[in-house]
């Protein structure tokens, strides 16, 4: 079952980055964006713990713009946590809102997805995110930015040495800067 999921994984991976490349010889509504993130864990959180669940992220997302304010696109990435350690690999649908159309802007950005993990004993779940950022022009069609939000990921492990597993979540704080061409 492992290795089916991380072939569909592969498969959704190659989809997308041919997306992208097709999208990139197009004029027009495509984009690009890189996220490079921190995830500070939510839970646990007590003097002598701090930042349980803790992790770090690296998206790409791969979408068009609607309109002038509003975008939607598909996300791959990797997210990496400690305590537990887990590596997941999330694809997700993005939904971005920016207030103004102008340079710069204040937006608000949903996803909501299923990260695949390949770590033995661990099954991957849903996973989602809500926050809000600064967008910020840069070059004649580039821009980065600035956001904060909320990350919601749910994962199951089986039992070691004993039949049955379980389920968990970690929730975190997602901290990230990005880039969009």
Known sequence: MKSLKFELFLFI?????STSVIG????????????????P???NQDVSAFNKQRGTELSFINGIYLGPQTAVGIGIGSAAYIDPTISMYPVY??????????????FVYSKLGYAFTITENINGG??????AGWRF?????GYWGLE??????????????????????IRS?????????
């Open 137 to 141: 022009k840069s070059g004649k069609n």
């Open 13 to 17: 991976i190659l989809s997308v980055f």
């Open 93 to 106: 649908a993005d939904f971005e809102y920016y207030f103004r159309n102008k340079k710069n802007t204040p």
């Open 126 to 131: 849903m996973m989602g995110g809500v926050g």
């Open 24 to 39: 990139q010889n197009r004029k027009g509504n495509y984009f690009n964006k890189i996220k490079i993130g921190f995830l």
């Open 148 to 169: 904060t939000g909320y990350r919601h990921q749910q994962y199951g492990y089986d039992f070691v040495n004993a039949p049955g597993g379980s389920t968990d979540r």
């Open 173 to 181: 704080l997602s901290i990230a800067v990005n880039f969009s061409f």
């Open 41 to 43: 864990g939510l839970d």
